[in-house]
């Protein structure tokens, strides 16, 4: 069974910045599309950012785009958000996912982590 692990999270000020981690073990994580996503209190799960396993592309919501990184390491079966100029309103409990092919539907990856929280404060 793959196992998604994150870690990370934790409290900032808006401005702030945080580098999430998901290790992913018992599982070939180089064909690995991988996604973080982001569910806030009484809130739908949403999409924050992908990487693609065979070409290395990356999509980013436009909420995001210019502030966040995705990036992975192969090697060490990591994927990393770096998270910069926080803002309160990326409050909430992340979670890295994987699948066959980068989606924007979190109902289409096959395996998830347990999540990691993320508190920005004004």
């Known amino acids: 069974q793959v196992q998604l692990v994150e870690s990370g999270g934790g409290l900032v000020q808006a401005g702030g910045s945080l580098r999430l981690s998901c290790v992913v073990s018992r599982g070939t994580f180089s064909t690995y599309a991988m996604g973080w996503f982001r569910q806030a209190p009484g809130k739908e799960r949403e999409f924050v950012a992908a990487s693609n396993w065979s070409d290395g592309t990356t999509n980013y919501a436009n909420s995001v785009k210019g502030r966040f990184t995705i990036s992975r390491d192969n090697g060490k079966n990591t994927v990393y958000l770096q998270m910069n100029s926080l803002k309160p309103e990326d409050t909430g409990v992340y979670y890295c996912?994987?699948?066959?092919?980068?989606?924007?539907?979190?109902?289409?990856?096959?395996?998830w982590g347990q999540g990691t929280q993320v508190t920005v404060s004004s």
């Open positions: 996912a994987a699948g066959s092919l980068v989606r924007y539907n979190p109902d289409l990856y096959n395996y």
